[in-house]
């Protein structure tokens, strides 16, 4: 099952927060979404993982609401699955039969919350705004990453070259005679290449470098 490919844009302009509820007591996740719609969530009600799998997931800041014992595919299974793929939805987890084990087991894999039924609606609520301000912090992230790759693409080969070597302690002299190059060039491209990804240091190249996961080349 491929859950990263799922995720397209059904709304690119609302910010206001996605739920995603899996449930199979129907009565019980309607009950959900009548609470969560008053509260101005845009909400979005499945019976079991295989229906919300066969959804589009909101290219927005969105969390899921996942009982833990459903048909078919079980809330616990479907986590550990998303774990090993691209698919990064905080999500809380609901029950009636929960237990301590289960309970450590879902929190270790980055679970929000662990709620056993019957819950107070403050607790799921306060609950799905911590798992909607993980998801939006989250998103922040990658589009400030996605910004500084665009950054690092209007490079120059010589330029990226110098940009490894300043990370790596080299002095402009140091660098020019590797390259055989004059140093004045060197200070040039080096001026150039900091101005293009907006660093005032070579503490900000290194975060750079370290936020993008760059390889010394």
């Known amino acids: 099952m491929d859950l990263g490919s799922r995720t397209k844009a059904l709304s690119t302009d609302d910010e206001s927060g996605h739920v995603m509820v899996v449930d199979d007591d129907e009565a019980f996740r309607s009950s959900l979404g009548r609470l969560l719609r008053s509260m101005g969530l845009q909400t979005h009600l499945f019976a079991s993982v295989a229906e919300f799998m066969g959804s589009v997931l909101p290219e927005a800041p969105s969390c899921l609401v996942l009982d833990v014992r459903l048909p078919g595919q079980s809330g616990l299974d479907f986590q550990k699955e998303v774990a090993t793929q691209d698919m990064r939805l905080p999500i809380i987890f609901i029950t009636a039969y929960g237990d301590i084990p289960m309970t450590v087991q879902a929190m270790k894999r980055g679970a929000v919350e662990f709620l056993a039924k019957p819950f107070r609606d403050q607790d799921l609520l306060d609950a799905v705004n911590l798992g909607l301000a993980r998801d939006r912090l989250r998103r922040e992230q990658d589009h400030a990453l996605v910004a500084l790759r665009k950054r690092l693409d209007t490079l120059t080969p010589r330029e ?58």
């Open 160 to 217: 990226r070259v110098i940009l490894f070597e300043v990370t790596k302690g080299r002095l402009n002299k140091q660098i020019a005679d590797d390259m055989g190059i004059k140093e004045a060039t060197v200070k040039v491209h080096r001026s150039n290449m900091m101005r293009k990804v907006n660093a005032a240091s070579v503490a900000d190249l290194c975060r750079l470098v370290d936020k993008l996961k760059l390889p010394q080349e």
